[in-house]
Nanobody
């Protein structure tokens, strides 16, 4: 059974950094596109970043471009989200996602596999 498990969330001050990790199992996720979405209280789930299976393709939401970096280590079945210069508006539950192809990555409905989420809280 496919499983995605996020870790690395926590409480950080504005301007700080965090690195989220997502360990994938149960599928050959090294051939899958991977990504991150987030959802803040009272708001809709939004796209954050995505990366192709070979890591030569990536996409970022405008709100995080230049501050967040997505990467992957296929040997470890792990995808990362390095976040710097964090802002209070980055506070949300962050979800790791996976799908077979890198297309339409900003549409949450097209990602079949989801982790349980990890909380990121940025204090001002």
């Amino acid at each position: 059974q496919a499983q995605l498990v996020e870790s690395g969330g926590g409480l950080v001050q504005a301007g700080g950094s965090l690195r989220l990790s997502c360990l994938a199992s149960g599928r050959t996720f090294s051939t899958y596109a991977m990504g991150w979405f987030r959802q803040a209280p009272g708001k809709e789930r939004e796209f954050v970043a995505a990366i192709g299976w070979s890591a030569d393709t990536a996409d970022y939401a405008d709100s995080v471009k230049g501050r967040f970096t997505i990467s992957r280590d296929n040997a470890k079945n792990t995808v990362y989200l390095q976040m710097i210069s964090l802002k209070p508006e980055d506070t949300a539950v962050y979800y790791c996602v996976a799908r077979l192809i890198f297309a339409g990555v900003r549409d949450s409905r097209l990602w079949p596999y989801w982790g349980q989420g990890t909380q990121v809280t940025v204090s001002s």
